[in-house]
C-alpha cells in the first residue's frame, strides 16, 4: 500500500516538476525561534561549569537588592496591619 502511494506521489512530482524533498536534519533546526539545542556534552560541561548553586549568585548586583527589598515587603505589610489591629 505504501508502495502506491509513493508511485502516486512520485506521478504528482513528476507531472508538476517537484523535487523530492530530502531529510535534511540541519534544516530542520533552522527554522526554529530562538538558540540551538544543547548537546549532552554542552550540558555537563555547563553544570560541572555552576557547581550545583541555587542560581542566586548568578543574579546581577541590582536584582539581588531588588529581590531582597520584595522579601521584606510582605512582613512589613503583616506588622503594620498588626499594629492597627491592635489600636482598634
Same mark, same amino acid.
Given at each position: 500500500?505504501?508502495?502506491?502511494?509513493?508511485?502516486?506521489? *512520485?506521478?504528482? !512530482?513528476? @507531472?508538476?516538476?517537484?523535487?523530492?524533498?530530502?531529510?535534511?536534519?540541519?534544516? #530542520?533546526?533552522? &527554522? *526554529?525561534?530562538? !538558540?540551538? @539545542?544543547?548537546?549532552?556534552?554542552?550540558?555537563?560541561?555547563?553544570?560541572?561549569? #555552576?557547581?550545583? &548553586?541555587?542560581?542566586?549568585?548568578?543574579?546581577?548586583?541590582?536584582?539581588?537588592?531588588?529581590?531582597?527589598?520584595?522579601? #521584606?515587603?510582605?512582613?512589613?505589610?503583616?506588622?503594620?496591619?498588626?499594629?492597627?489591629?491592635?489600636?482598634?
Amino acid at each position: 500500500m505504501e508502495a502506491e502511494r509513493e508511485d502516486i506521489r *512520485q506521478s504528482v !512530482r513528476d @507531472k508538476y516538476k517537484i523535487k523530492k524533498k530530502e531529510p535534511d536534519f540541519m534544516m #530542520e533546526t533552522s &527554522g *526554529q525561534i530562538g !538558540r540551538k @539545542k544543547k548537546s549532552p556534552e554542552e550540558l555537563a560541561a555547563e553544570a560541572k561549569g #555552576e557547581g550545583g &548553586g541555587n542560581g542566586a549568585s548568578a543574579l546581577p548586583a541590582g536584582l539581588s537588592d531588588v529581590t531582597s527589598k520584595l522579601g #521584606e515587603g510582605p512582613s512589613a505589610i503583616v506588622s503594620s496591619v498588626q499594629e492597627k489591629c491592635s489600636l482598634m
